[in-house]
């Protein structure tokens, strides 16, 4: 069976995606930075396995794909995201919260996907799909929120370059906006559960080929322009 390896697996969107994937059998390398406090992620039945992994410890990243070089990953779904402060217009409370957020939401996916790419070359057809936001999208931009958006405007960034570049070793590398979902992220007010984004989210990765690369999908299959 294929092997999915995913990042902030322990919660919201991740945890659902972990649950989906082991019900169908799929080997789930779940990495989250607690694994004794995962109690909802250990209980999820299937094939999973556990990792500790803090996505800014870039050490880490190196270890865990070190272990995983052998294997034959098909699927890096790199989740893991924050949103820091919840500011409005002409306002940045704590530059320091924003190089946090960059170094999460930007950085991080980048690290794992470069970290990991011998794993995927193992892989038949891998891909990489990075749980990014229409608030990252330029041309959809709506003022404020200027930390996350920029963040997720540079991961979408780096990914559509990183398509390009994978794409003559036939990996598949896509960003994804999971609508505004109920988690502790998108708040109790959000408009979709996460059981409805993580089966349009999973149904646009599943769907994706070679010819889909470098392009930027809702959970319901349309495209965001950049
Ligand atoms: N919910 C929405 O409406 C919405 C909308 C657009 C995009 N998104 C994106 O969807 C993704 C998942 O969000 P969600 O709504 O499921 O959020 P969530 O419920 O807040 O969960 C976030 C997950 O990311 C993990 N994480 C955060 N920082 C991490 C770090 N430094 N290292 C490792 N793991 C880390 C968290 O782990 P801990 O439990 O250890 O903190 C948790 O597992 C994010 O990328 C988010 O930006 C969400």
């Known amino acids: 069976m294929p092997t999915l390896l995913i990042t902030g697996a322990n919660r919201g969107i991740g945890l659902e995606f972990v649950k989906r994937y082991a019900a169908e059998g799929w080997q ?7 694994p004794q406090a995962a109690t909802a992620l250990q209980a999820v039945p299937g094939k999973v396995t556990i990792e500790r992994l803090e996505v800014t410890d870039y050490a880490a990243v190196d270890t865990l794909a070190a272990g995983y070089a052998d294997t034959a990953i098909d699927l890096l779904l790199n989740n893991a995201g924050i949103y820091g402060n919840r500011d409005g217009a002409l306002s940045i409370s704590d530059f320091d919260t924003y190089l946090k957020v960059l170094q999460v939401n930007s950085v991080a996916p980048m690290k794992m996907a470069l970290a990991l790419l011998p794993a995927l070359k193992k892989a038949r057809a891998a891909k990489i799909a990075t749980i990014s936001s229409r608030m990252g999208s330029i041309g959809a931009g709506a003022g404020g929120s200027y930390v996350y958006r920029a963040s997720k405007a540079a991961i979408n960034a780096a990914m559509h370059n990183l398509a390009l570049d994978l794409k003559p070793a036939g990996i598949t590398c896509i960003v994804l906006h999971p609508g505004w979902v109920k988690t502790d992220m998108g708040g109790q007010g ?8 993580v089966s349009g989210l999973k149904q646009v990765i599943d769907g994706a080929a070679l010819k889909d690369t470098g392009k930027f999908f809702n959970y319901d299959g349309s495209e965001i322009p950049w």
Request: glycine letters at 0%; charged letters at 25%.
């Open 28 to 34: 789930v390398i779940a990495c989250c930075r607690d």
């Open 190 to 197: 959000a408009d979709i559960t996460v059981e409805t984004s």
